[in-house]
C-alpha cells in the first residue's frame, strides 16, 4: 500500500531577507519509518517519523566588528640574523621524527 501525502511546514525566519529571489532546499535528514502501528475496528492506523532540514538560501548581510586596539608584534625579515642562543634552542626543541 502506498499513500501519498503533502506537508505544510512552518518556517520562522529570525530575519527577513532583501531579496525575493530566495532558493529553498529541503533534504530527508531521516527516511520515514513507522513508529506504532494499530489495529482499531477494522482500520490501520499508524505514525511516521521522519527528520527534514530544511534550508533558505539568499542574500544577506553581516557585520563583522573591528578591533583597533590590536597589538603590535615583531616581524622577523629573512635578512635578519638569529640570535645563535635563540638558534640553539630552536634546533634542541623541534622534533623531526613526527614526519615519518
Known amino acids: 500500500m502506498t499513500n501519498d501525502y503533502q506537508e505544510l511546514v512552518q518556517l ?6 532583501d531579496s525575493d529571489e530566495e ?3 529541503v533534504r530527508s535528514l531521516k527516511q520515514p519509518t513507522v513508529i506504532q502501528a494499530d489495529i ?14 530544511i534550508e533558505i ?6 557585520k563583522i566588528a573591528v578591533d583597533d586596539n590590536e597589538e603590535e ?8 640574523d ?10 634542541d626543541e623541534v622534533v623531526e621524527e613526527f614526519l615519518n
Not at 482499531?40 to 532540514?53: F, R, S
Not at 538560501?57 to 553581516?62: F, S
Not at 638569529?82 to 634546533?91: F, G, M, N, R, T
Open 12 to 17: 520562522n525566519k529570525k530575519e527577513e531577507l
Open 23 to 25: 532558493e529553498i532546499i
Open 40 to 53: 482499531n475496528d477494522g482500520t490501520i492506523i499508524y505514525t511516521v517519523e521522519k527528520e527534514l532540514g
Open 57 to 62: 538560501v539568499g542574500n544577506a548581510k553581516v
Open 73 to 80: 608584534w615583531d616581524v622577523l625579515d629573512s635578512d635578519d
Open 82 to 91: 638569529l640570535d645563535s642562543d635563540v638558534q640553539k634552542e630552536i634546533d
